[in-house]
T-cell receptor, first 108, second 114 residues
């Protein structure tokens, strides 16, 4: 079976940095995805990691450690528009298993 | 290019009724997926199709059926709706050539079963 864990909620101040952790236990693991979902909208792709290490995309970075079953999403220079839910998903044979999502609230 | 469209946007349905949620993509993606999203549980895979003519069961397939007659369409049918099927349903697609292909999501259908 699949087990994906991430914190339920996080709050941070505009301009700050927030790190969202995700641990996973899956069989047949291929890679780790991060999606962003604003309230009432569809999830949109942010990043994915296949190999260990850090992937940087502008203000967003994602890290993977396959041996530890651990990933994190780093959001830098937070903006109000970053208030959303962030979904961690482990790929298993072309299918994604999602965590419940972390709701990030950015305060002015 | 529209990407993925879903219909209806929302629906209120009496228990016991049959309902088909429609999903169409214009990206010529091989793989398509149906998820339901419930508070506190995240997205859960209902059914998937790796290519036209094939389908497979996901994590929560009971009470749902799908078909994939062509590349573009992937309808989800609830044969006899029950209140526990109240949820937001998302359709997604990917190229399906690699396990790490990005999945793209439709706007969702909000279904309420009374």
């Amino acid at each position: 079976g699949q087990n994906i864990d991430q914190p339920t909620e996080m709050t941070a101040t505009e301009g700050a940095i927030v790190q969202i952790n995700c641990t996973y236990q899956t069989s047949g693991f291929n890679g780790l995805f991060w999606y962003q979902q604003h309230a009432g909208e569809a999830p949109t792709f942010l990043s994915y990691n296949v190999l260990d290490g850090l992937e940087e995309k502008g203000r967003f970075s994602s890290f993977l450690s396959r041996s530890k079953g651990y990933s994190y999403l780093l959001l830098k220079e937070l903006q109000m528009k970053d208030s959303a839910s962030y979904l961690c998903a482990a790929d298993n044979d072309y299918k994604l298993s999602f965590g419940a999502g972390t709701t990030v609230t950015v305060r002015a | 290019i529209a990407g993925i469209t879903q219909a209806p946007t929302s629906q209120i349905l009496a228990a016991g009724r049959r309902m088909t949620l429609r999903c169409t993509q214009d990206m010529r993606h091989n793989a398509m997926y149906w998820y339901r999203q419930d508070l506190g549980l995240g997205l859960r895979l209902i059914h998937y199709s790796n290519t036209a003519g094939t389908t497979g069961k996901g994590e929560v397939p009971d009470g749902y059926s799908v078909s994939r007659a062509n590349t573009d369409d992937f309808p989800l049918t609830l044969a006899s709706a029950v209140p526990s099927q109240t949820s937001v349903y998302f359709c997604a697609s990917s190229e399906g050539k690699s396990p790490t292909d990005t999945q793209y999501f439709g706007p969702g259908t909000r279904l309420t079963v009374l």
